[in-house]
């Protein structure tokens, strides 16, 4: 399956944080995937697209335009793990700039959804037995 999105110049740009846990929840997704995430966030009438570098946004009627994007992760900035990870927010249209405020709250429900649909199988030890020697 192709998708075209489409997205001009943002009409605003920001650093935004997001919390430690969502982003670990959402690399570990995205790093399992061999294809793009798709994440519908129905509160919102919003898909999201999780890819490794970016997250974009589109609303539920209009598939080919972006509302906004989450882009430039920078883990690697933090000093403590438990620290917000910095991204830049571009946002295309107003409605994005409506969604500001309640989109994170939102992902990190519908991210904790996906998860618990695929979680992660911790792996299972297994001790090789030696024979004793006599």
Same mark, same amino acid.
């Given at each position: 399956?192709?998708?075209?999105?489409?997205?001009?110049?943002?009409?605003?740009?920001?650093?935004?944080?997001?919390?430690?846990?969502?982003?670990?929840?959402?690399?570990?997704?995205?790093?399992?995937?061999?294809?793009?995430?798709?994440?519908?966030?129905?509160?919102?009438?919003?898909?999201?697209?999780?890819?490794?570098?970016?997250?974009?946004?589109?609303?539920?009627?209009?598939?080919?335009?972006?509302?906004?994007?989450?882009?430039?992760? $920078?883990?690697?900035?933090? @000093?403590?793990?438990?620290? &917000? *990870?910095?991204?830049?927010?571009? !946002?295309?249209? +107003?409605?994005? =700039?409506?969604?500001?405020?309640?989109?994170?709250?939102?992902?990190? $429900?519908?991210?904790?959804? @996906?998860?618990?649909?695929? &979680? *992660?199988?911790?792996?299972?030890? !297994?001790?090789? +037995?030696?024979? =004793?020697?006599?």
């Amino acid at each position: 399956m192709k998708l075209t999105v489409e997205y001009g110049p943002p009409i605003l740009s920001e650093v935004r944080g997001m919390p430690a846990a969502t982003y670990r929840s959402f690399h570990g997704l995205v790093h399992r995937a061999d294809s793009p995430l798709f994440l519908p966030i129905r509160s919102l009438q919003v898909l999201a697209i999780l890819e490794h570098h970016e997250i974009t946004f589109l609303h539920q009627d209009n598939k080919q335009r972006a509302l906004l994007r989450w882009v430039h992760f $920078r883990p690697q900035d933090r @000093l403590d793990l438990q620290a &917000p *990870v910095q991204f830049e927010g571009h !946002y295309y249209h +107003p409605q994005g =700039l409506e969604l500001k405020v309640r989109l994170p709250a939102e992902f990190e $429900r519908a991210l904790a959804q @996906l998860e618990e649909k695929n &979680p *992660v199988r911790p792996l299972t030890p !297994y001790v090789s +037995p030696f024979p =004793l020697k006599k």
